[in-house]
């Protein structure tokens, strides 16, 4: 019996909707491997790019071990980008491919990642906010239809824990410290948080990516879900170390069981995805100078694994 | 179309890695990374697959070397497994009274 174009597109559906997981060599529509493509990139570009602005404070961290512990996050966020970069890869993009788009800015990452680490205290902010965001965005990823992402994000969130937990210690820390050190975590907190809630995307209504993303379940809740969940837990958070919330319309509503919450700067988040956030200009040239500057060692370890190569293969001559 | 890429822009090649957790346990495949040759891959692995503590063994494998079944023939490929139903121990009809078997 032939399989018709449509009874491709049909079988595929059907395996989504009975949760059966894709994996790289099925059949798969091209626009679920375009979206794939450009989802899983990005989210990978998100990490790399991500490790600069906590990367910017690895050498003042207060204390040997919140340096030890902000190295180690750091290089799991690298970690991350790769287990990401290898998800994407059996979609059929290269790597080289993957990076060519970043440094062209024709590729976007997440745009929280362009704001400034001014202080000690964003390291908590970023690590318990961010971090935390994150985290709510990806468990749901882990039953994402598409295996490869999906075992990507298992290995991610059993990283990730940690992160937010140092993050959170630290804010704790300063709110339970000296005057100076409780102002420098709630103003922190003030420039955190709203770029924090603005990573869950635009509003559901004015999301046009979203329908598609989750009849193919590679998006499993929407935006407007997950913002109220890390809302409703994260004031909570806040309440327990003495922290404010810079929310003045921040306000538990008891019939519907969460938290209401202001409105968005929704100019600043467009803004800031468009390109002109404060940071976006630093960030994206930090990782064209990576790329350029390393090329040396790139092409250096090419040449010396051919060098040994020929040396093993002489000595295998020699000994004959 | 990857290949000739790769020799075109000097791209490092693309290894698969797998890594046995624990000394009695299989290897199992963690992910994939591009290094020069293989004993970069395994340092690679190493500091990017086993940072908890996970693996007591990696070994890595160039992708282009992986060969797979094509998921499309799974129906015909496995068919002949799909009607033996006498391979599973539930098959067999015994009494109760039978003990350690």
């Known amino acids: 019996m032939p399989m018709t174009a449509q009874s491709f597109e049909q079988h595929f559906q059907d395996k989504i909707d009975n949760e059966i997981t894709i994996e790289p060599r099925d059949w798969m529509p091209d626009d679920y491997r375009k979206t794939l ?16 602005p906590e990367g910017n404070w690895i050498t003042r961290a207060p204390s040997l071990r919140r340096k030890a512990v902000l190295l180690a996050k750091v290089q799991d966020e690298g970690g991350h980008g790769l287990y990401l970069y290898s998800a994407a890869e059996t979609l059929g993009i290269t790597r ?49 239809s598409y295996g490869p992402y999906a075992r990507a994000m298992v290995r991610v969130c059993k990283e990730e824990s940690f992160h937010q937990r140092q993050g959170f210690e630290i804010m704790m820390r300063l709110a339970e410290g000296t005057e100076v050190q409780k102002k420098m975590a709630q ?127 002489k000595q295998a001559v020699d000994a004959a | 179309m990857s290949a000739q ?33 293989a004993q970069m891959a395994i340092e690679n692995a190493r500091d990017v697959y086993t940072r908890r503590m996970e693996g007591v063994s990696i070994w890595v494998v160039e992708s282009k070397y992986i060969h797979a079944s094509n998921p499309d023939d799974a129906a015909s490929f496995y068919e002949p497994a799909n009607d033996k139903i006498y391979r599973h121990p539930t098959f067999y009809n015994l009494p109760d009274e039978l003990t350690h078997m």
Not at chain 1, 236 to 251: R, S
Not at chain 2, 8 to 28: C, M, T, Y
């Open chain 2, 5 to 37: 890429n790769n020799k075109a822009q000097n791209e490092w090649p693309l290894w698969e890695v797998f890594i046995r957790s624990k000394a009695g346990l299989d290897h199992k495949h963690a992910g994939s990374l591009h290094a020069a040759d």
């Open chain 1, 187 to 313: 103003d922190a907190l003030n420039r955190w948080w709203w770029p924090s809630i603005m990573m869950f995307g635009p509003k559901d209504d004015d999301s046009a990516h979203s329908a598609q993303s989750m009849a193919w379940r590679i998006k499993r809740f929407s935006n407007d879900e997950l913002r109220q969940k890390f809302i409703d837990v994260t004031v909570e958070q806040a309440k327990l170390i003495g922290l404010t919330i810079p929310d003045p319309d921040l306000k538990w509503n008891e019939e519907k069981g969460h938290y209401d919450f202001g409105e968005i700067n929704w100019d600043e988040f467009w803004n800031v995805v468009k390109g002109n956030g404060p940071c976006n200009k630093e960030r994206l040239t930090a990782r064209q100078n990576a790329w350029n500057n390393g090329a040396w060692v790139r092409e250096a370890a090419l040449a010396y694994s051919e060098k040994r190569k020929q040396r093993a293969e």
């Open chain 1, 96 to 144: 080289d491919e993957m990076l060519a788009q970043l440094h062209s800015g024709k590729a976007k990452y997440s745009s929280i990642f362009n704001y400034p680490t001014l202080t000690w205290a964003d390291m908590g902010a970023v690590g318990w906010l961010v971090d935390g965001a994150a985290i709510m965005n990806q468990v749901p990823l882990c039953r994402t």
């Open chain 1, 37 to 52: 493509i450009r989802q899983i990139s990005q989210h990978a570009h998100s990490e790399i790019v991500g490790m600069l």
